[in-house]
């Protein structure tokens, strides 16, 4: 999910053309499917949190603000990647 974020953003903004609109943004961009990709993953952790907490009572317990899969790491990981990738096309050209 965050490798397919990054280089779908690249993609769209290495290959964009016309000027920059609402509406070639959307139309014109793979915005629509980073949302889609987003959302699928946003299902699929409220299933996981379903399955694996049951409960607020069991939360804290079970570490679930500390270790993996809280979305703090993902969010980490995110801007790690995408600066990283960054990095690497500006001074790997």
């Not at 959307?26 to 629509?32: D, G």
């Not at 990709?37 to 694996?52: M, P, Q």
């Amino acid at each position: 999910m965050i490798l397919g974020t990054v280089t779908m953003a690249h993609f769209s903004i290495v290959h964009f053309q016309g000027p920059v609109m609402l509406t070639n943004i959307l139309l014109t961009t793979t915005l629509a499917d980073i949302a889609a990709l987003w959302a699928k993953f946003a299902l699929g952790k409220a299933l996981f949190d379903l399955e694996y907490l049951k409960s607020d009572a069991d939360a804290a317990p079970k570490g679930h603000f500390f270790r993996y899969p809280h979305m703090g790491w993902w969010w980490a990981h995110l801007f790690s990647v995408a600066f990283v990738y960054f990095l690497g096309n500006i001074l790997f050209k």
